[in-house]
Nanobody
Framework: QVQLVESGGGLVQPGGSLRLSCAAS????????MGWYRQAPGKQRELVAA???????NYADSMKGRFTISRDNAKKTIYLQMNSLKPEDTAVYYC?????????WGQGTQVTVSS
């Protein structure tokens, strides 16, 4: 049973920072393309950032310059460093792993940006 376990969410003030982690129980983690998505109440799930098995990264326009995705293949973990957080970043953040037809999701972690 594949598990993706997110952690690091919480309540933060506008302008603050959080670092999300996603630990994967994938047997060959390094071959997976990984990503962070988020879903705010009443909205569709959207891509936040992605990192390929080769380490190439991609960000949604509104996150460029504020968020950084990274991966540690030895720890089978990806990270999302979020800086300069805004109230509109409030959402449940999900970890995603994709390799060919295999597509896995974590249970999500809540991020709330509020004063």
């Amino acid at each position: 049973q594949v598990q993706l376990v997110e952690s690091g969410g919480g309540l933060v003030q506008p302008g603050g920072s959080l670092r999300l982690s996603c630990a994967a129980s994938l047997s060959i983690f390094a071959i997976y393309n990984m990503g962070w998505y988020r879903q705010a109440p009443g909205k569709q799930r959207e891509l936040v950032a992605a990192i390929t098995s080769g380490g190439s990264t991609n960000y949604a326009d509104s996150m460029k310059g504020r968020f950084t995705i990274s991966r540690d293949n030895a720890k089978k973990t990806i990270y999302l460093q979020m800086n300069s957080l805004k109230p509109e970043d409030t959402a449940v953040y999900y970890c995603n792993a994709v390799y060919h037809t295999s597509n896995y999701w974590g249970q999500g972690t809540q991020v709330t940006v509020s004063s």
